[in-house]
């Protein structure tokens, strides 16, 4: 079935169940029943509202994307220069990973369990840093060419997603101050503002 079938507040509640417990125990050590009974729906409703485990894990991987990019957006809406933004989001994983929720990167978890680049899951998590890459690359189109912008984008993604794995090794204070100081570095290449 699909999205469309029957109470989507019970089908959120199914998601957001899943995603605890996913996050909390891995993709693979949780199983369906586990879900239901943590959920408290019956087989048959989540089967209903998604025919597969995979499917469930794809669509909690991109409910946990809408919500960092809604984050993301709102900082995108912030007047600030292409170096403030971009700082910015670093400061955000800064405060990710003080948080008592921190428990690494959701998606470089799924990562580590869905290896094959065919499998759906490979790819939400594939658009997923894809889509972070993309957002920090085009704030820093505001002041350099494509090219650059691009370069210093990847570089940027490397920096956190270094730092997401150091905070996990509980490391997260120094992770983020070093990987913003890098960040830093990068920025320098800039313009210099007017």
Known sequence: MSAS?????????????????????????TGIDRIIAEAG???????????????????????????????????????ATP???????????????????????LFAHALAEFGDPTH???????????????????????????DQAESIASALLMLLEGATLLAQMGQGETAIRDARNAALGLLAKLPARQ
């Open 120 to 146: 759906p899951v490979f790819k939400a998590v594939a658009d997923q840093k894809h889509g972070l890459k993309t957002r920090m690359r085009r704030i820093l189109e505001a002041a350099l060419p494509e």
């Open 83 to 105: 170096e403030q933004k971009i700082l910015t989001i670093f400061d955000c994983y800064g405060r990710w990973f003080q948080s008592p929720d921190f428990h690494g990167c």
């Open 41 to 79: 729906v019956a087989k048959m409703t989540l089967y209903r509202h998604f025919p597969s485990k995979d499917g469930l894990t794809v669509e909690v991987l991109a409910w946990r994307a809408r919500r960092f990019d809604h984050q993301l957006d709102q900082l995108a809406e912030l007047d």
């Open 5 to 29: 079938y029957g109470n989507t507040e019970k089908r959120q509640h199914i998601v957001e169940t899943a995603y605890a417990l996913f996050k909390r125990e891995g993709f693979h050590a």
